[in-house]
C-alpha cells in the first residue's frame, strides 16, 4: 500500500498562501504595519513613562474602593486587538473578493467606504 508523501507544515503554507486571493498580500503589510506601528508607539510612551514620573495606574471607574489597573496592561493588550481587528478586516476583504485597500483605508481614517470609487 503506497502512502502519501508527508509535508512539513511550511510547505503546507505555502499551498495555501499560492491558492490565496490576491487581496490578501497587501493587506497582510498593512496589518503587520499597522500592528508593529501601535506597538512601538505604545510601548515608547510606556518606557517613557517608566523613566521619568512613572506609569500611570487608574482605579476602575475612578472609584477607590475598586481595584487598580495599570497602563501597562496596555502594552499587550493594544497589539492584540489591532492584530485580531486588522485579521477581521483581512477576512472580510478575502471573502469579498476586493483587491484594493481603498475601503479599508478610508474605513481606519474614519471616513464611508462607499465613497470610495
Do not use: C
Not at 508527508?6 to 490576491?22: D, F, N, V, Y
Not at 483587491?99 to 470610495?116: C, E, F
Amino acid at each position: 500500500m503506497a502512502q502519501a508523501p508527508a509535508i512539513t507544515i511550511g510547505q503546507a503554507r505555502m499551498k495555501r498562501l499560492e491558492h490565496a486571493p490576491m487581496a490578501s498580500q497587501p493587506i497582510d503589510r498593512l496589518r503587520a504595519g499597522l500592528t508593529l506601528f501601535a506597538t512601538l508607539a505604545l510601548w515608547s510612551l510606556l518606557l517613557w513613562q517608566h523613566f521619568h514620573q512613572g506609569v500611570p495606574a487608574h482605579h476602575l471607574l475612578d472609584n477607590p474602593d475598586l481595584p487598580v489597573v495599570s497602563n501597562w496592561y496596555g502594552g499587550l493588550l493594544l497589539p492584540v486587538l489591532a492584530w485580531g481587528l486588522l485579521s477581521l478586516t483581512r477576512r472580510r476583504m478575502i471573502k469579498a473578493n476586493s483587491p484594493s485597500l481603498k475601503p479599508v483605508v478610508a474605513g481606519l481614517a474614519g471616513g464611508r467606504p462607499s465613497v470610495w470609487p
